[in-house]
C-alpha cells in the first residue's frame, strides 16, 4: 500500500540537542511538507520540497532544517537554536511538482516531540 | 494570510446537522477540507475549485463563493465518526500550499 510514513511516533529531546525527524513516501510524489501542530493553532508550514535537492522556507522554518536527497524521503531537523520545539510534526507530500490549487496533500502519521 | 474558522466548536446529537465556515481576507483559488482525530494524520475530505469544480467525498458537502471569499462545510445527518477537528486549507495565489485555519472541533454524542 502506498503512503506516507513518519518515525518515531514520539521524540523525547534534550536540552541543547538536535533530533531529527524522519518522513518516507512511496506514492511517487514530487513535493513535500512539514507541518507543525500546536493547541489551537492549527497546521503551521515550516519548509517544502518541490524537487529533489531544493527546498523552500515555510511560515517558521526559525530553528529548523531540512535536505531533500531522494524523491521518497524528506527529513526534518529540529536544532537546539529551536527554543519551543514540543508540538506535534506532520509530513506531508503532493503529486506534482508545482503543487497547484486543485492538488490534494496527503499526510503522515505525525510524531510527537517532547522536550525533557 | 490564515483563514478565519466557525465555529470554533460544535457538539451535536447523532441524526443532527453541522455547517462549518472557512473565510479568506484574499481571493481564493480553491479551498480544502480536512478531518482530523486526535493524535492521528488530517485526512482529506473535499477540494473545491474556482470555477464550480468539486472533489471529494460523497456523504459530506460544500459550497464556494468566491465573491464572499468563503467556504463551507456541510455535515448531515451527523454520525459518532464524524467526530474530531476539521481544518479548511486556502490557496489564494502566489503559492499553491494551503494556508490552514485553526480548525473546528466537532463532537458528536449518541
Known amino acids: 500500500d502506498g503512503g506516507i510514513t513518519q518515525s518515531p511516533k514520539y521524540l523525547f529531546r534534550k536540552e541543547g540537542q538536535n533530533v531529527t525527524l524522519s518522513c518516507e513516501q512511496n506514492?511517487?510524489?514530487?513535493?513535500m511538507y512539514w507541518y507543525r501542530q500546536d493547541p489551537g493553532q492549527g497546521l503551521r508550514l515550516i519548509y517544502y520540497s518541490q524537487i529533489v535537492n531544493d527546498f523552500q522556507k515555510g511560515d517558521i522554518a526559525e530553528g529548523y532544517s531540512v535536505s531533500r536527497e531522494k524523491k521518497e524521503s524528506f527529513p526534518l531537523t529540529v536544532t537546539s537554536a529551536q527554543k519551543n520545539p514540543t508540538a506535534f510534526y506532520l509530513c506531508?507530500?503532493?503529486?506534482?511538482?508545482?503543487?497547484?490549487?486543485?492538488?490534494?496533500?496527503?499526510f503522515g502519521p505525525g510524531t510527537r516531540l517532547l522536550v525533557l | 494570510q490564515q483563514p478565519v474558522q466557525s465555529p470554533q466548536a460544535v457538539i451535536l446529537r447523532e441524526g443532527e446537522d453541522a455547517v462549518i465556515n472557512c473565510s479568506s481576507s484574499k481571493a481564493l483559488y480553491s479551498v480544502h477540507w480536512y478531518r482530523q482525530k486526535h493524535g492521528e494524520a488530517p485526512v482529506f475530505l473535499m477540494i473545491?475549485?474556482?470555477?464550480?469544480e468539486q472533489k471529494g467525498h460523497d456523504k459530506i458537502s460544500a459550497s464556494f463563493n468566491e465573491k464572499k471569499q468563503q467556504s463551507s462545510l456541510y455535515l448531515t445527518a451527523s454520525q459518532l465518526s464524524y467526530s474530531g477537528t476539521y481544518f479548511c486549507?486556502?490557496?489564494?495565489?502566489?503559492?499553491?500550499?494551503?494556508?490552514f485555519g485553526r480548525g473546528t472541533s466537532l463532537i458528536v454524542h449518541p
Open positions: 506514492l511517487n510524489h514530487d513535493a
Open positions: 473545491l475549485l474556482k470555477g464550480g
Open positions: 486549507g486556502t490557496v489564494t495565489g502566489g503559492s499553491y500550499i494551503p494556508t
Open positions: 506531508a507530500s503532493s503529486r506534482e511538482r508545482a503543487g497547484g490549487p486543485r492538488e490534494t496533500q496527503y
